[in-house]
């Protein structure tokens, strides 16, 4: 089992609409959650942080972690066109130790 | 402006050619990690250093070395690159030893024939 998995996607919403991206890993003494996103030949860009559970917003996008579940969230609202990216999951599998990346989502806001 | 930069940005090489790819920020980060992204194969770790003369191995590091004698320094070193090593490289930077938002530099893409 991979530590950290995600839907491939491609996943494909309307503008405006409500983007939901998934994770979950396996790993239960994780400390730290993390949404990356990237756009194709880019470098990975943070959009959020979790570190407890529950939902973390931060203006159109709300994380969420659910530790007992083992599953974080992204939710995208009034998604727009240059939300158009792969967003990858990571998580601090070992506290102040390695990251493990999900394998990404790519998401496609059509107009 | 606080950033990681990496050199060089593109490369090609041959099978066996020793090569090292420098990675610095200046951000006073004590964390620096690198990573290779191969298609369908996500980002995945090769070795992290929470501080100066501290790494350890990530989750592919054979074939690579890495060295941290200064804090904003972290080169990553092949010593005979083969063709499964081509990929697309990223260093990256976080405050603390670990756990926090990472910083990453623009990639270098490599092309070992």
């Known amino acids: 089992q991979k530590e950290v998995e995600q839907n491939s996607g491609p996943l494909s919403v309307p503008e405006g609409a409500i983007a939901s991206l998934n994770c979950t890993y396996s790993?239960?003494?994780?400390?730290?959650f993390f949404w990356y996103r990237q756009y194709s030949g880019k470098s990975p860009e943070l959009i959020m942080s979790?570190?407890?559970?529950g939902d973390k917003e931060d203006g159109r996008f709300t994380a969420q972690l659910n530790k007992a579940s083992q599953y974080v969230s992204l939710l995208i609202r009034d998604s727009q066109p240059s939300d158009s990216a792969t967003y990858l999951c990571?998580?601090?599998?070992?506290?102040?130790?390695?990251?493990?990346f999900g394998p990404g989502t790519r998401l496609s806001v059509l107009p | 402006e606080a950033q990681v930069t990496q050199n060089p940005r593109y490369l090609i090489t041959v099978t066996g050619k020793k090569l090292t790819v420098t990675c610095s920020q200046n951000?006073?980060?004590?964390?620096m990690s690198w990573y290779r992204q191969d298609p369908g194969l996500g980002l995945r770790q090769i070795y992290y250093?929470?501080?100066?003369?501290?790494?350890d191995k990530g989750d592919v590091p054979e074939g690579y070395k890495v060295s941290r004698k200064e804090k904003r320094n972290f080169p990553l070193i092949l010593e005979s690159p083969s063709p499964n090593q081509t990929s697309l490289y990223f260093c990256?930077?976080?405050?603390?030893?670990?756990?926090?938002?990472?910083?990453f530099g623009p990639g270098t893409r490599l092309t070992v024939l």
């Open positions: 990256a930077s976080s405050r603390g030893t670990g756990g926090n938002e990472q910083f």
């Open positions: 790993d239960r003494g994780s400390q730290s």
């Open positions: 979790i570190y407890s559970n």
């Open positions: 990571a998580v601090n599998i070992r506290y102040g130790q390695n990251f493990v």
């Open positions: 951000m006073n980060h004590e964390y």
């Open positions: 250093s929470m501080n100066v003369e501290v790494t």
